[in-house]
């Protein structure tokens, strides 16, 4: 058993080392331009253990993919977003900020490089699902039209992140957080107010 935890602290060490490295590369460039030589070189192994651990640097990007969603959302839980009587785009902007802060290139590198658009479809799904499942029995719409107010305002919001990270201006956090909200309780109080006028006709 001991020499399976030495093994078992071993592969984590390299995984850990591999995902540090390409860490480092996604600042410096593309995700296309990042080869599996240089990363190698970075973690200060040879080609043969990465390929121990990974098949393609795909499954990289993938697992870093994970650890982000992993940490969005256990943050997001302790701060009682998920919880069922609230929807606070308050707590989903501080947590995004709070994650952004930790390491601020590699997220603005996340937010804004086409490569890596796993982070902003993250965050519009977390925002769709959690919408959807605290305002569906407040709404007189079909499931259909609420999975499109969803996409809408789960897209919108992700696209206000995107644009205020690249491009902040004089909005802090908090700025950005009070118009989103605006933006989503203007945009939900409209269709709660249309009813029945704008589900479709059946025909």
Avoid: C
Wanted: proline share 1%; glycine share 6%; net charge neutral.
């Amino acid at each position: 058993m001991k020499n399976l935890d030495k093994f078992d602290r071993r592969v984590e060490k390299t995984r850990n080392a591999i995902i540090s490295a390409f860490k480092d590369m996604i600042i410096e460039k593309e995700f296309k331009q990042i080869t599996i030589k240089e990363l190698a070189e970075r973690a200060n192994i040879n080609r043969k253990t990465f390929y121990l651990h990974y098949e393609s640097m795909e499954e990289i990007l993938f697992d870093l993919s994970i650890e982000i969603s992993d940490l969005l959302f256990e943050t997001l839980n302790k701060k009682g977003y998920f919880a069922p009587d609230s929807f606070d785009i308050n707590i989903l902007i501080s947590t995004i900020e709070e994650t952004i802060n930790t390491n601020y290139e590699l997220t603005k590198k996340l937010v804004s490089a086409s490569s890596y658009r796993f982070f902003s479809r993250n965050i519009k799904d977390i925002v769709k699902d959690s919408f959807i499942r605290k305002i569906k029995s407040k709404v007189k719409v079909s499931e259909y039209n609420m999975n499109l107010i969803g996409d809408y305002i789960g897209s919108g919001i992700a696209k206000i992140l995107k644009d205020w990270f690249e491009n902040p201006g004089d909005m802090t956090a908090s700025d950005i957080a009070v118009f989103a909200s605006t933006l989503i309780y203007g945009g939900v109080r409209g269709v709660i107010d249309a009813g029945d006028k704008i589900e479709g006709s059946g025909k």
